[in-house]
């Protein structure tokens, strides 16, 4: 009778395990009872797991077939695009709408032309180095003196560039007459052929700017060394017998004015203590000389 019961109670557990592992699929094992394992259905139509194996080109996941090769999915819609510009026209430049296309005029080389002043109404330049501080011209000769202390021939060049820089930007700087009074500091560098050729530069620059003509003054006789006189007498020499001539550029001859040849010295009272800077009287023999050359001649 004994082991009747413990059949029945065997027989009792095991259907209480089948119906708690198909109605939950999991089930607990006790101290002394056995795990059984319910057998898996073979059959295809219950389980889809139990069919034929699977081609390596896929894989099962889930039930659900994957193929390794296949290509991922973007989520990400393309975004479409526009070409705001339209395509180059295959005509030639020269057949394009001349309505878009502004063509500046060709003016080549030229340069804009500057007003034109009537001659009455310019102005003589004077320029040069200290001694021209003391020049005054007549009312009859209106001019502009451009005093440079120290200067030399390669100062006036430069300032008479400034001058046509100025001229070529738009503000008139044209002269009737130049007055050009330079040398007497440069020979004071004891080399004659350079300053020969600046102060020829600086008169063929004075050229470009006056109307009429350029006038050079010629240095005045000095006291001193005798070597400095020799020097500013060969100066005066060469710009009166050679380089104005050849120029044709119009010399005031100052020497004869200011050198006594009797008593071969400067003639009294028109040098001031220092031997090279003109007193007021010999201020007053030079602006006269100057005049002298302004003044047109009368016609024959």
Not at 142 to 160: E, S
Not at 187 to 211: G, P, Y
Request: proline share 8%; aromatic share 4%; charged share 20%.
């Amino acid at each position: 009778s004994h082991c009747t019961r413990l059949t029945a109670r065997i027989a009792v557990l095991q259907a209480q395990l089948q119906t708690q592992s198909l109605g939950k699929g999991n089930f607990s094992v006790g101290k002394d009872e056995t795990a059984s394992v319910p057998p898996v259905s073979t059959d295809s139509s219950i389980n889809p797991l139990a069919q034929s194996p699977q081609p390596d080109n896929f894989l099962t996941v889930s039930g659900r077939k994957c193929c390794r090769n296949a290509q991922p999915v973007s989520l990400i819609q393309p975004t479409e695009t526009f070409n705001r510009f339209s395509p180059l026209s295959s005509r030639s430049e020269s057949e394009a709408d001349s309505s878009l296309v502004s063509t500046p005029p060709v003016t080549g080389s030229e340069t804009p032309k500057l007003p034109t002043i009537s001659s009455d109404k310019l102005k003589t330049l004077v320029i040069g180095d200290s001694i021209t501080r003391s020049i005054r011209l007549k009312a009859n000769h209106p001019a502009i003196i451009h005093c440079l202390p120290g200067g030399r021939a390669t100062d006036v060049k430069a300032n008479l560039k400034m001058v046509l820089a100025k001229a070529k930007t738009g503000e008139c700087r044209e002269y009737r007459d130049i007055v050009i009074h330079v040398g007497t500091n440069d020979v004071r560098m004891k080399q004659s052929e350079i300053t020969k050729r600046n102060i020829a530069s600086a008169c063929i620059s004075a050229r470009k700017m006056c109307r009429h003509r350029v006038i050079v003054s010629g240095p005045l006789p000095v006291r001193g060394s005798d070597e400095l006189y020799s020097r500013v007498s060969q100066l005066n020499r060469w710009l009166k017998t050679v380089f104005c001539p050849s120029q044709k550029f119009e010399f005031v001859d100052n020497w004869p004015s200011f050198w006594d040849s009797p008593t071969n010295r400067t003639k009294p009272d028109l040098l001031r203590s220092d031997g090279l800077h003109p007193s007021w009287r010999g201020a007053l023999i030079l602006s006269t000389n100057i005049d002298r050359a302004l003044t047109p001649l009368a016609p024959q």
